[in-house]
């Protein structure tokens, strides 16, 4: 019993593995090569050389902090529009009768 377990677990995780290759855009070699002809990228190209010339750190040094920053920002708004969302609907789906003026 405890092997035909671990047989239909491994089948299951196979399973999710498997729909999740459906799921993967194949076109990532051409977005990759159309995003860094953008302008942007070449931007945060200046943006490495100046932080790691003014900081006397590698460039990778540079990239990698520029990257872990760009993230942080992303996640923080991220979190402040999911809360400002939250508030939004809790107030929307609050008793009707304290939304009415006494």
């Known amino acids: 019993m405890q092997m035909e ?3 239909l677990i491994q089948l299951l995780n196979t399973a999710i593995v498997k729909s999740k290759e459906k799921k993967i855009d194949s076109t990532y070699e051409k977005r990759l090569s159309e995003i860094c002809k953008q302008p942007a ?3 945060i190209a200046n943006a490495i050389s ?3 010339d003014s900081e006397k750190i590698s460039r990778d ?3 990698v902090q520029i990257v872990e920053t760009i993230r942080e920002l992303d996640s923080i708004w991220n979190n402040y529009v999911m809360m400002e969302g939250l508030g939004k609907l809790k107030e929307l789906l609050k008793d009707p ?3 009415r003026p006494h």
């Open 61 to 63: 040094q540079a990239a």
């Open 41 to 43: 990228v070449s931007a």
């Open 97 to 99: 009768s304290e939304n």
């Open 50 to 52: 100046t932080l790691a």
């Open 5 to 7: 377990n671990q047989e």
